[in-house]
């Protein structure tokens, strides 16, 4: 499965974006699928994860209520929603997807990331 991140860019603190992860070669329907994230000069970060169907979801609690993780598995894509975010949110963001229901660790597959900005 190779999966590719976007929807990144420069936004404003108390900005919105709205990520995706698509995927190829394979699909994500029986995988958990998980955002990550590291920002300059600290350790990747896991963030949120989803569970295959969907009913369940984990968050860090740095993003706990300012974001939200959903899938569309008939598109074959995975999202992570970011609202209201600071600058200390700047960082590159990664997909992965993976057999273990877990916002840290477990995962097989990693995308490319996509860069998010927040100015102040």
């Known amino acids: 499965v190779q999966l590719q991140a976007s929807g990144g860019g420069l936004v404003q603190a108390g900005g919105s974006l709205r990520l995706s992860c698509a995927a190829s070669?394979?699909?994500?329907?029986?995988?958990?699928m998980g955002w990550f994230r590291q920002g300059p000069g600290k350790e990747r970060e896991g963030i949120a994860a989803?569970?295959?169907?969907?009913?369940?979801?984990l968050y860090a609690d740095s993003v706990k209520g300012r974001s939200t993780i959903f899938r569309d598995n008939a598109k074959n894509t995975a999202y992570l929603q970011l609202n209201n975010l600071e600058p200390e949110d700047t960082a590159e963001y990664y997909c992965?997807?993976?057999?273990?229901?877990?916002?840290?660790?477990?995962?097989?597959?990693w995308g490319q990331g996509t860069q998010v900005t927040v100015s102040s």
């Open positions: 070669g394979g699909t994500i329907s029986s995988y958990v």
């Open positions: 992965a997807a993976g057999r273990t229901f877990s916002a840290t660790s477990g995962y097989t597959y």
């Open positions: 989803i569970s295959w169907s969907g009913g369940r979801t």
